[in-house]
């Protein structure tokens, strides 16, 4: 009967308006599921009854069109939309948001899942998994060199809690920085006697001056002067160097000095006319003229009194740099750069004694007219420690760059750092960080960090394929087709936030006005099955 048509169309529709509502609901039920995707319905009508078929036109009459009637709707497809969600900060380190198409790929108990929700947490045996279900996060282990493998093979995420770098020995350090240009040499060059010694000194009496004065390499010596009275207007000049030990290096060295009884002038040294003398040791890098021309003997009180290079400061520039051994004991290594000549400088390494042996520590580094380094000498410079306390022996190579690069000499201030070496101590692992590449960092408790692994990400060629299994987790269909496993970044399209959980992007406004559509067309299909309803009633009393 016709009637029933309208009849079964009607309970189509209100079959299939119930479905859109149970889909509705879902999504308002999750609309605070992190990593949810919402849900649309869209119909189709059903198949139609011919009541007449049309027929072609003729040369006397027109053509006729086919009549059809619906016989009801029903579900075309139920679709997910995929459109990024926002996102929460959390602050939580493990709570990971997906910014892209991929999605987490993850195994429990044999079986693979994918899902959008990040919230993830690091078990007790360091895996990181799925808080709600222990499924665990699948990814790239990097090895006890902090190296991520090639590939997309893929393997459980495992972080060891009370992991431990071994102490590295320093093997290399870098250094940077200017050489003033402009800077006197390291070396004292005058040393400049003058004064009064006073006439009324008895024999045997004396007059003393001393001064302080630098070698090539900025060390410091003691010069000394003693004036002892033999006669009248005669003097004994005893001269004498001493290291900072107390060790006499030069001299000492008597000279007799005859003064003027006139005019009080310095007449004679060593029988010969004034003149200043040159203080030499070319093994110690020491040379100086001593001038003590200026001197005088007149009744006046002694005054003698010194002064070296008209008082000017040694050039000395250092820098420090806190250097391992094989044990992991930090020791500070100081370079000293002193001035030899012009673009020329001469280098020496030290530790504390406490600390142990240093060999191969000294060196010249010359400049071009520009600036730039011209030679180095040792190249490379190479140190051999000695530690004490039992580590072993190293070596450590010194890199003063090339050219402009490293230590340059120009007109600029003098400053002299360490830009890097490669030694550290023992440390623990103190704190992970998480990329937008999904590299997991440590940081450890000498302030290194490493890469200790890489989270994976999944792309799809129809992300509508998948299945949803619950738990907010995804699994393969026969439509979804191949996941392309792949790393975070520009192959996969999809970036990592960390701190950040992604929300559900179900649009409650849309929801409300999508419900409000499968409320009215709930009704109108229950209105026609009403309707049918009557109409056969009518037709049933007819037989009255």
């Known amino acids: 009967m016709p009637l029933l048509n309208s009849l079964f169309s009607g309970v189509s529709g ?19 599921t992190i990593g949810y995707k919402s849900s649309r319905v869209t119909f189709s009508d059903t198949f139609n009854r011919i009541i007449r078929y049309g027929s072609n036109p003729t040369e006397t009459s027109g053509g006729i069109n086919t009549f059809q009637v619906g016989l009801g709707m029903r579900i075309n497809t139920v679709d997910r939309t995929w459109n990024q969600g926002t996102f929460e900060g959390t602050g939580i380190t493990t709570d990971l948001a997906l910014q892209g198409p991929g999605l987490f790929i993850l195994e429990n108990n044999g079986e693979r899942y994918f899902t959008r929700a990040g919230a993830f947490i690091f078990d007790a045996d360091g895996r990181l998994v799925n808080s709600q279900n222990g499924a665990i996060v699948q990814g790239k282990v990097a090895n006890k060199e902090g190296i991520i493998p090639p590939g997309n093979y893929l393997e459980d995420i495992q972080i060891d809690s009370y992991m431990r770098l071994p102490a590295v020995a320093t093997s290399r350090i870098s250094w940077g920085g200017n050489l003033n240009s402009a800077s006197s040499l390291t070396r004292s060059e005058n040393y400049l006697q003058t004064g009064n010694i006073n006439s009324a000194l008895a024999v045997g009496e004396s007059v003393t001056d001393q001064n302080i004065i630098y070698d090539e390499n900025g060390n410091k010596y003691t010069f000394s002067v003693k004036y ?32 003027d009884p006139g005019t009080g002038q310095l007449l004679t040294v060593n029988g010969n006319p004034p003149a200043a003398i040159q203080i030499q040791d070319v093994s110690l890098g020491i040379n100086f003229n001593f001038d003590m021309t200026q001197i005088t003997q007149n009744n006046s009180t002694s005054t003698i009194a010194s002064t070296v290079d008209s008082n000017r400061q040694p050039t000395i520039i250092t820098g420090s740099v806190t250097i391992f051994d094989s044990l992991g004991n930090a020791h500070i290594l100081t370079l000293k750069y002193t001035k030899v000549d012009n673009n020329s400088w001469k280098w020496t390494a030290s530790v504390p004694d406490s600390a142990g042996g240093l060999s191969g520590n000294t060196g010249s580094i010359s400049f071009n007219p520009d600036g730039s380094v011209n030679t180095i000498i040792p190249n490379p410079p190479v140190l051999t420690f000695t530690p004490n306390g039992g580590a072993s022996a190293q070596n450590i190579i010194l890199n003063f760059g090339e050219n402009f690069s490293g230590i340059t000499q120009t007109s600029a201030n003098s400053v002299l750092s360490a830009l890097s070496q490669d030694g550290s101590a023992a ?23 490493r890469k200790l692994a890489q989270i994976m990400v999944a792309t799809f060629p129809n992300l509508n394929g998948l299945l949803s299994v619950g738990e907010n987790l995804y699994s393969l269909s026969a439509n979804t087709g191949d996941p392309l496993i792949g790393e975070p970044g520009e192959s996969t399209g999809t970036t990592i936030q960390s701190g950040a959980l992604e929300q559900s992007n179900v649009d409650l406004s849309e929801e409300f006005t999508r419900m409000i559509v499968s409320q009215r067309g709930f009704q109108a299909s229950a209105r026609v099955v009403t309707v049918s309803d009557n109409l056969l009633q009518e037709i049933t009393n007819l037989v009255r």
Do not use: C, W
């Open 427 to 449: 440390a623990t692992l103190s704190n992970l960080s998480i990329d937008k590449y999904g590299f997991i960092v440590g940081v450890f408790s000498n302030g290194q960090s």
């Open 228 to 259: 002892t009275k033999t006669a009248d207007n005669t003097y004994d000049m005893e001269y004498q160097l001493k290291d900072s030990d107390g060790n006499t290096v030069v001299g000492p060295t008597t000279l007799p000095v005859v003064f």
């Open 14 to 32: 209100l079959r299939n308006h119930q479905s859109m509502m149970d889909v509705i609901s879902n999504n308002i039920s999750n609309v605070n």
